[in-house]
């Protein structure tokens, strides 16, 4: 009687002890697959901001260089603006001259226009 008592209480153990293993098992099946979509869950997280990160460094590049490409158009622009306003003054400065020479070329032709309308001067015979 003792005997069986003691092998059905071994019995009890074994089957205790690979139910345990059994449940031990699943919960290392199930803490793995836990730590793992944990992992995935940080790691999608990280992988998007180092993807938003890649396009804000690509944007800036391409807004660095157009920054720059508009710098060299503005001083291009510049330099015509510049030579324009040059063209200006000295079209300016050429109407002007005209204009001085017109003024004095209508003086002469004023005293040449009276010179031969008042005749020769008194003093002088032809």
Request: proline letters at 2%.
């Amino acid at each position: 009687m003792f005997s069986g008592l003691v092998q059905e209480h071994q019995r009890q153990v074994a089957a205790e002890r690979n139910n345990v293993e059994k449940h031990r098992g699943e919960a290392n099946l199930l803490a793995s697959k836990l730590s793992d979509t944990l992992v995935d869950s940080v790691n999608a997280g990280v992988a998007e901001a180092f993807q938003t990160q890649k396009v804000v460094e690509q944007e800036a590049r391409s807004l660095q260089a157009q920054a720059a490409k508009f710098s060299k158009q503005t001083q291009q622009w510049m330099g015509c603006i510049g030579a324009f306003d040059q063209a200006l003054k000295e079209l300016g400065d050429f109407e002007n001259y005209v204009r001085t020479l017109e003024w004095e070329i209508q003086t002469v032709s004023d005293a040449l226009e009276r010179a031969a309308t008042a005749g020769p001067p008194e003093g002088e015979k032809q």
